[in-house]
């Protein structure tokens, strides 16, 4: 009986060992099924800022200085000769006819004093004239005076009558001398420069202060002879000054060249800006004519080592990468080449991790700023 017992246990081991590896099995199985029934996620829709592409003309340009200047900006000089009494200080603002600048009219008033006295000698002379005139003419009639004399008084009442519109004629132009001690504002605006001072002695047009309107202002620019076909009366251009930018509209184009540079003057008309006289600008000059175009907005573009392309999205609402390539180009639109028309949606915010066929979320439209 004790001989068996060995024979026995190994055989409970042995069925033991065989259960375990069943079960063992079976775990195995099981974890194996279910890992190939799991399935990958798939991506959450991606939040996407959207736009259209547009047919647009569009034209190359060339980015040109210039300069912001004042319509009204003059030079006021003496128009007498004189001592400055008193000259208007720089930055002072001064309306239309005002005074800005007086010269000692001391000697002038004495002119004209003196024309006023020669002005009322001569008018009693006339005076004279044409009583002794009026009286020969009547003797005359009786018989009792010559016809060669009364022609002798008829002569000297003529020669008296010019000499009184001399003396009249002296007087104005005395009076407007002594109104030129003055110098008044052609128009208003504010003093820039003064080149001369108090206390200094002038001469008929010596300049002495020059004046600047705040108000009447635009943009001047020279434009190359290439470009000067393409600005043309009432087109639009571009003008930065930075960090602004503004639309302008060309007023005025010089068709004669300066003599060094061989460039053309171009003044613009702008609207809604505050630059001062004399800030920098730049200005976008065509240097083409203008052509139609497929253009996305410039955020559209993505930008990657393989290229350029741009999200499109599709009509599942996935996004859809489509390479392009490059053309002309503005301050918010640039031409595209590639399978992209007029009307298809692309994404210009969000697509800086989008993947090709990823589910798309639309952000509503921005609405421009009033």
Known sequence: MFSRLPVRGARIVLRRLCAAFAVFAFAAVSQSAHTQDKTPTAPPPALVQVAEAQQIHMAPTVWMPGAIVSRDDARVAAEVEGRLVEVADVGERVAGNDPIARIDDTDLKIEFAEARAVLLRER????????????????????????????????????????????????????????????????????????????????????????????????????????????????????????????????????????????????????????????????????????????????????????????????????????????????????????IAPGDRVITRGGERLRPGQPLKLMPPVKPKP
């Open 124 to 339: 009693a002379k006339l005076q004279f004239a044409e009583q002794e005139r009026s009286r020969l003419q009547g003797l005359a009639g009786k018989g009792l005076v010559t016809k060669s004399r009364l022609d002798q008084a008829r002569a000297e009442r003529d020669a008296a009558q010019g000499e009184w519109q001399v003396a009249r004629a002296r007087l104005d132009a005395a009076e407007d001398r002594l109104a030129d001690t003055v110098l008044r504002a052609p128009f208003a605006g504010v003093v820039a420069e003064r080149y001369r001072r108090s206390g200094e002695r002038v001469d008929v047009g010596t300049e002495v202060l020059r004046l600047v309107s705040p108000e009447s202002l635009e943009a001047q620019t020279r434009v190359p002879p290439s470009s000067l076909p393409h600005v043309t009366i009432g087109s639009a251009m571009r003008v930065r000054a930075n960090p602004s930018e503004t639309d302008a509209r060309v007023r005025a184009v010089v068709p004669v060249g300066d003599d060094r540079s061989r460039l053309y003057e171009v003044r613009l008309t702008l609207d809604n800006v505050h630059w001062p006289a004399g800030t920098v600008v730049r200005v976008s000059v065509p240097t083409a004519k203008p052509r139609s175009v497929v253009a996305v907005p410039r955020d559209a573009l993505v930008l990657r080592q393989d290229g350029v392309s741009v999200f499109r999205v599709g009509d599942d609402h996935t996004a859809q990468l489509i390479p392009v390539t490059t053309g002309l180009a503005d301050e918010s639109m640039i031409e595209v080449h590639g399978d």
